[in-house]
């Protein structure tokens, strides 16, 4: 009996412990993908995050790192490192002198830089590889590798650990991929980038890109799944390559392409193609949730297993809903500038959230309608699902970008209206809207029972997580911010054009 109630209390202690040890885990944690995982969701589950700092005087500022004259990338935090994508504007390496990507690897304790991938711009036409947009890309992180998409399209598996450890392969040409082709290479150091293996999405895929390639890489067990940012020429009126495909999995261990969509997506795309895939499981089926260039969101069926070498798989559709249904369909590209009537497209993420598909969509920023909207679509569906599918549809005041945050079943939406929306997630009534007074072109977090966005005015916003509007703090940074807030292991991380601010509670600069 005495040793039946101590096995007991050594389960119940053990248990106890198992909890504490879970809960803990959950609270303090890495960031190692951009948003929640697979789901896409803007939110973090981190605690006792700061709802008040202050650069000037360092009030709860752990540290702040330098970073380009443009950074338009969200950061990662995993294993006690930063990942943030940046431009060259000022070098950080003197060999390396001009426009360049920049993938900047920090370390987590103080935002010393550990090392750096650099990347030559992809040629002398700038919407192929714009000017000084630098690397815009979040990283995704699992262990000892770092998957990346770069500004000429590539898609990297990194080393963690850059150099420091060796020049491991089967990739082992950094010397002249991170030289402009009409130089002599450089000599490789410890301070740069270590590659596995480089895909090359134009090349290897058979697209065109525009712009910026912009793409958070999807990691599901062996595969990562990418959009492809395939879009129209210097014109603006011509798709290049309108069979390429806009969704893309290649394996994580290769590099190798095993699949693709082919759905034509490429042929009714009005600008580029930005967003990024989410996951969720419904009624026990594996989905691949991709918002299209041209309006559309589709779910695929997830691989399960890889296709032969020498095949490159289908992505099966499973459903596929047009957000904008009545919008022009033929000679899309007659409707640029046309602020009023216009095809519509897709640039944040959707998130999957309770069987149901959240997107922001609407007319491109520079060249369609103002109009935009959020849509909330049933997931469990099959086929056209475009008028059975929809549970409502809640209008913003003008373009999005911004990916939804959905928290205690209210739903967080930003807008280059200047609009912060809050709103029911189950019936889309609005609680409240708050004027931040600039466009937002980045998402909201949330996280603590707060809301953290950022303007394009260099305000921050710091709101309350709650049906009732509360406005907690605002403040003037250094310059615009375009990212997106990231919590990791109780620090809040801020991100504007200029500079990267850790924030923590109780802590102060030195």
């Not at 949330?446 to 709101?463: H, M, N, P, Q």
Request: hydrophobic share 35%.
């Amino acid at each position: 009996m005495v040793t039946h109630t101590g096995n007991c209390k050594r389960v119940i202690l053990a248990a106890l412990f198992y909890k504490l040890f879970f809960i803990s885990s959950l609270l303090a944690a890495d960031q190692p993908q951009w948003a929640q995982r697979f789901s896409r969701n803007m939110i973090s589950s981190e605690v006792g995050l700061a709802d008040d700092f202050d650069p000037a005087t360092g009030k709860n500022i752990k540290w702040i790192a330098s970073l380009g004259s443009e950074t338009w990338a969200t950061p990662v935090i995993a294993s006690g490192r930063v990942f943030i994508g940046t431009n060259n504007s000022p070098p950080r390496d003197p060999r390396h002198r001009g426009d360049r990507g920049i993938l900047l690897c920090l370390d987590e304790k103080d935002g010393s830089l550990l090392w750096q991938l650099v990347v030559p711009k992809l040629g002398p036409d700038p919407y192929l590889d714009w000017p000084r947009g630098g690397i815009v890309s979040p990283t995704t992180v699992e262990q000892d590798r770092v998957y990346v998409v770069t500004n000429r399209g590539e898609a990297l598996c990194l080393d963690l650990n850059g150099q420091t450890n060796g020049n491991d392969g089967p990739f082992l040409d950094e010397a002249r991929h991170m030289t402009p082709d009409d130089a002599e290479p450089l000599e490789v150091t410890n301070i740069d980038a270590d590659i596995i293996w480089l895909f090359d999405i134009p090349k290897q895929a058979g697209t065109y890109p525009h712009d910026a390639a912009h793409c958070s890489i999807l990691l599901d067990g062996d595969f990562l799944y990418l959009n492809t940012s395939n879009g129209v020429d210097n014109t603006h009126r011509k798709i290049r390559n309108p069979d390429g495909p806009s969704l893309i999995v290649l394996h994580k261990k290769t590099g190798r392409l095993l699949a693709r969509d082919y759905e034509g997506i490429g042929h009714r795309i009005f600008h580029s193609t930005w967003s990024s895939p989410a996951l969720g499981v419904v009624n026990g089926r594996k989905l691949i949730f991709f918002g299209g260039p041209d309006g559309v969101v589709y779910a695929f069926d997830a691989l399960d297993s890889c296709p032969p070498p020498d095949q490159v798989k289908k992505l099966n559709l499973v459903w596929k809903f047009d957000c904008d249904p009545t919008a022009p369909k033929k000679n899309i590209h007659k409707y640029l500038k046309n602020r009023t009537e216009s095809p519509s497209n897709i640039m944040s993420m959707p998130v999957f959230y309770k069987n149901r598909i959240y997107v922001t969509v609407g007319g491109d920023i520079w060249w369609g309608k103002r109009k935009a909207w959020l849509k909330c679509i049933d997931a469990t569906k099959t086929g056209d699902i475009t008028t059975s599918g929809l549970i409502f549809s809640y209008d913003l005041s003008k373009h999005c970008s911004s990916t939804p945050a959905i928290y205690q079943d209210m739903v967080f939406i930003s807008d280059c209206g200047g609009l912060i929306h809050c709103l029911n997630a189950e019936t889309g009534r609005m609680h409240w809207t708050h004027q931040a007074d600039s466009d937002m072109w980045s998402s909201t977090l949330a996280a603590d029972g707060k809301i953290y966005v950022g303007t394009r005015r260099r305000d921050f916003w710091i709101l309350a997580a709650q049906k009732q509007k509360k406005v907690i703090r605002s403040l003037k940074l250094d310059s615009p911010l375009a990212a997106t807030p990231v919590a990791a292991n109780g620090v809040l991380y801020i991100t504007t054009m200029r500079k990267l601010y850790a924030v923590q509670q109780n802590k102060v600069i030195e």
